[in-house]
C-alpha cells in the first residue's frame, strides 16, 4: 500500500531576490512524500506564476491523481496524467526517491550513471542599480561563475558594473525575456564587450524567431522557450544551449529525455533551477555530467536551507546524501 502526503513550505530569502518580472522575499514550495513497504520518496516544486502555477493549482494537480499514485502508477504513467509542470515535477522526483530507497541502491545507479561527483554551480546577482550589482559581485567575485540577472534599461551600464566588480569571473547573463527586438544589438555588444560566455533568454517566449536572424557573438541559452522534447527542433536555430529546470519539465524523468534530444540536435545544457530548497536541487544534480553550465543555488539563496542538505563549499555542490534524495 503506497501513501501520498503533500504539504506546503516557506523559506525565507537571505536577502530580497530581483529578475526582470519581480522581487520577492520569500520560496513557497511543495513537497510530495511518497511512503510504501517501510521506505518513503520525497520531490519539492516550485510553483511558477510565469508559468500559471501557483500553489492552490498545483496542489489541486497532485490530488486529481491521488488515486493513481497510491494505486501504484509509476513514473511512466505519470507522464501521462499529469502535464509538464511543477505537480509533475515533485511526484515524478518522489517517485524515483522512493524506488532507490525501495531497492537499495542510488538513484544516480537507477539513472544508470555509474558514479556522480560534485559540481560548480553559478551565484546569481539579483538584478538592481549598478552601483548595487557592483557591490554584489564584488562580495562574490571569488566564485568562478556569476549569473547577472538583467532585463531592464540601462543595462548596459549593470553589465559593465559587474564585470568591473569580478574581473575574473566567469559571467553569463540572464535577461528572463526582458528585452526587445530594439534593444537587442545594444545588449549584446555590452555583454560581448564584458567578455560574457552566455545570454539566456534575451526575448520574450514565442517573439525570439529574430535571433535566427542575428549573428551571436556570445551564445545564447533558451530557457523559458523551452520546456520539454516537444517544439525543440525549432529553436535550433535560435540557441546554442538549453536550460533544463526539473519544474518545466515536469521531473526528472522528462529532463532526461530532453536531455538526449538536445544532444542529438547538438544543443548545449545548462542545468538550472527555480529557488528552492536542497530537495529541489538534489534531482537535478543527476543532470551536471552532461551540462556545460550549472546553475543550482538555490539554498545559497536562503535565509535557512532544509536540514540536512546538500553540501556547498564556495561554488561546489556535492552530491545529496540517501538521507536528503535518492
Given at each position: 500500500?503506497?501513501?501520498?502526503?503533500?504539504?506546503?513550505?516557506?523559506?525565507?530569502?537571505?536577502?530580497?531576490?530581483?529578475?526582470?518580472?519581480?522581487?520577492?522575499?520569500?520560496?513557497?514550495?511543495?513537497?510530495?512524500?511518497?511512503?510504501?513497504?517501510?521506505?518513503?520518496?520525497?520531490?519539492?516544486?516550485?510553483?511558477?506564476?510565469?508559468?500559471?502555477?501557483?500553489?492552490?493549482?498545483?496542489?489541486?494537480?497532485?490530488?486529481?491523481?491521488?488515486?493513481?499514485?497510491?494505486?501504484?502508477?509509476?513514473?511512466?504513467?505519470?507522464?501521462?496524467?499529469?502535464?509538464?509542470?511543477?505537480?509533475?515535477?515533485?511526484?515524478?522526483?518522489?517517485?524515483?526517491?522512493?524506488?532507490?530507497?525501495?531497492?537499495?541502491?542510488?538513484?544516480?545507479?537507477?539513472?544508470?550513471?555509474?558514479?556522480?561527483?560534485?559540481?560548480?554551480?553559478?551565484?546569481?546577482?539579483?538584478?538592481?542599480?549598478?552601483?548595487?550589482?557592483?557591490?554584489?559581485?564584488?562580495?562574490?567575485?571569488?566564485?568562478?561563475?556569476?549569473?547577472?540577472?538583467?532585463?531592464?534599461?540601462?543595462?548596459?551600464?549593470?553589465?559593465?558594473?559587474?564585470?568591473?566588480?569580478?574581473?575574473?569571473?566567469?559571467?553569463?547573463?540572464?535577461?528572463?525575456?526582458?528585452?526587445?527586438?530594439?534593444?537587442?544589438?545594444?545588449?549584446?555588444?555590452?555583454?560581448?564587450?564584458?567578455?560574457?560566455a552566455l545570454i539566456e533568454q534575451p526575448?520574450?517566449?514565442?517573439?525570439?524567431?529574430?535571433?535566427?536572424?542575428?549573428p551571436r557573438e556570445v551564445p545564447v541559452?533558451?530557457?523559458?522557450?523551452?520546456?520539454?522534447?516537444?517544439?525543440?527542433?525549432?529553436?535550433?536555430?535560435?540557441?546554442?544551449?538549453?536550460?533544463?529546470?526539473?519544474?518545466?519539465?515536469g521531473g526528472l524523468t522528462e529532463a532526461?529525455?530532453?536531455?538526449?534530444?538536445?544532444?542529438?540536435?547538438?544543443?548545449?545544457?545548462?542545468?538550472?533551477?527555480?529557488?528552492?530548497?536542497?530537495?529541489?536541487?538534489?534531482?537535478?544534480?543527476?543532470?551536471?555530467?552532461?551540462?556545460?553550465?550549472?546553475?543550482?543555488?538555490?539554498?545559497?539563496?536562503?535565509?535557512?536551507?532544509?536540514?540536512?542538505?546538500?553540501?556547498?563549499?564556495?561554488?561546489?555542490?556535492?552530491?545529496?546524501?540517501?538521507?536528503?534524495?535518492?
Amino acid at each position: 500500500m503506497r501513501t501520498l502526503a503533500v504539504e506546503v513550505e516557506r523559506f525565507r530569502l537571505a536577502k530580497p531576490f530581483a529578475i526582470a518580472r519581480g522581487v520577492r522575499t520569500e520560496s513557497i514550495v511543495v513537497v510530495v512524500t511518497l511512503s510504501q513497504a517501510g521506505a518513503r520518496g520525497r520531490g519539492e516544486c516550485v510553483p511558477y506564476a510565469r508559468y500559471g502555477e501557483t500553489i492552490d493549482s498545483v496542489l489541486a494537480q497532485v490530488d486529481s491523481v491521488r488515486q493513481a499514485i497510491e494505486d501504484g502508477a509509476d513514473r511512466p504513467r505519470l507522464q501521462a496524467l499529469l502535464p509538464a509542470g511543477a505537480a509533475r515535477n515533485a511526484l515524478d522526483c518522489a517517485l524515483w526517491d522512493l524506488e532507490a530507497k525501495r531497492l537499495g541502491i542510488r538513484a544516480h545507479q537507477l539513472a544508470g550513471l555509474h558514479r556522480l561527483t560534485s559540481a560548480t554551480t553559478a551565484f546569481t546577482i539579483s538584478l538592481d542599480t549598478p552601483d548595487a550589482m557592483a557591490e554584489a559581485a564584488r562580495a562574490a567575485a571569488d566564485r568562478p561563475l556569476l549569473k547577472v540577472k538583467l532585463g531592464r534599461e540601462g543595462d548596459p551600464r549593470r553589465i559593465a558594473a559587474v564585470r568591473a566588480a569580478a574581473p575574473e569571473a566567469t559571467l553569463i547573463v540572464d535577461a528572463n525575456e526582458g528585452w526587445s527586438v530594439e534593444t537587442l544589438d545594444e545588449n549584446f555588444a555590452a555583454c560581448a564587450e564584458a567578455g560574457v560566455a552566455l545570454i539566456e533568454q534575451p526575448l520574450p517566449a514565442g517573439a525570439d524567431a529574430i535571433l535566427a536572424q542575428r549573428p551571436r557573438e556570445v551564445p545564447v541559452c533558451a530557457d523559458e522557450s523551452v520546456h520539454t522534447r516537444d517544439g525543440l527542433a525549432a529553436l535550433r536555430e535560435r540557441y546554442d544551449l538549453i536550460n533544463i529546470k526539473l519544474d518545466k519539465t515536469g521531473g526528472l524523468t522528462e529532463a532526461f529525455a530532453l536531455a538526449e534530444a538536445a544532444a542529438a540536435l547538438e544543443f548545449g545544457i545548462f542545468v538550472g533551477c527555480m529557488v528552492g530548497s536542497s530537495l529541489a536541487m538534489a534531482p537535478a544534480l543527476l543532470l551536471t555530467p552532461r551540462a556545460r553550465f550549472v546553475d543550482l543555488d538555490g539554498p545559497l539563496l536562503l535565509a535557512q536551507d532544509r536540514q540536512p542538505g546538500l553540501r556547498y563549499e564556495g561554488s561546489t555542490v556535492w552530491p545529496a546524501d540517501a538521507d536528503l534524495w535518492g
